[in-house]
């Protein structure tokens, strides 16, 4: 028996958000606390020094890729790369975002919050297979058509699909028997950014996607229950100058998200459903 993913969590604290929420002192899981907001060079753009110092504080608190990380907000989603730098066998990356973030660097190479999937494409030999969910469609087209060649993108409705020929008999959408999981014989590095969730439900830093909170949680569910998940990040909190939203429901929403993805990843590991043979 091979456990894919382990129970236990690591807070990488750049912004202080997580300050304000506790999900991760609720005795659930084992975590590890990264004090990130020493490190300057980090917001959206992570520059070389940046990186080392993070590599350094990843190995020096024995972080595994193989754990669920939690990294902040979306500004900060090249952890990524830096987390799937880690993976040393072949891999499908897996993105929940509504974003495809495989924009090209404005100037030399760069890492972005922007760009780390591509930044993976081209530079992490164990990667061979990418798969997008959620990501709004007029970004798709934005790209270039070389960049995203080989990726493969999902709609909301290409997860949950039900019966498109018969919508009378269409499953619910938050069913899981409805889904339809990424085909890959590779195991997966799964990355979540909230803002692929409506906004109507929870508040992110970024404009957002039309998921609701039940989709995004049964999708992350069936994926570590069915899939041979060896690493899974999630980002997404909010950002304290947000001038469109409660900042203190928007903690709230996501404090209890976050709770969730935690109850979620514990059950499975208590459980052994997350146990692939």
């Known amino acids: 028996m091979l456990l894919t993913l382990k129970d236990n969590f690591s807070v990488f604290n750049f912004s202080k958000v997580y300050d304000h929420e ?122 270039d058509e070389e960049d995203k060649a080989g990726t493969r993108f999902y709609s909301r409705d290409d997860i949950f699909a039900g019966d498109s020929a018969n919508p009378e008999n269409s499953a619910d959408p938050d069913d899981s028997a409805a889904l339809s999981l990424p085909d890959t014989g590779y195991p997966i590095y799964l990355s979540l950014d909230k803002d692929v969730i409506c906004k109507e439900e929870l508040d992110t830093n970024w404009d957002q996607g039309d998921m609701t909170i039940s989709q995004v949680l049964t999708l992350v569910k069936e994926l570590l229950k069915n899939r041979k998940v060896i690493g899974f990040d999630i980002c997404g909190e909010i950002s304290f100058d947000q001038e469109d939203c409660d900042i203190e429901k928007a903690l709230e929403v996501n404090d209890d998200f976050n709770r969730k993805i935690v109850q979620i990843v514990t059950d499975l590991c208590q459980t052994g459903l997350n146990v692939v043979e």
């Open 22 to 143: 506790s999900f991760y002192r609720d005795g659930k899981g084992s975590f590890k606390c990264v004090n990130m907001t020493e490190i300057t060079g980090t917001n959206c753009m992570c520059d070389d020094s940046a990186i080392e110092q993070i590599k350094e504080l990843i190995k020096a608190q024995n972080i595994a890729p193989e754990e669920v990380h939690f990294i902040d907000s979306g500004n900060y989603h090249y952890m990524s790369s830096i987390l799937t730098d880690m993976v040393k066998e072949p891999f499908s990356l897996v993105v929940i975002d509504h974003h495809p973030d495989m924009q090209r660097p404005m100037f030399g190479d760069i890492l972005s919050c922007g760009g780390w999937v591509l930044e993976v494409m081209r530079n992490n030999p164990n990667l061979k297979e990418v798969y997008v969910i959620g990501a709004d469609s007029e970004l798709i087209d934005k790209l």
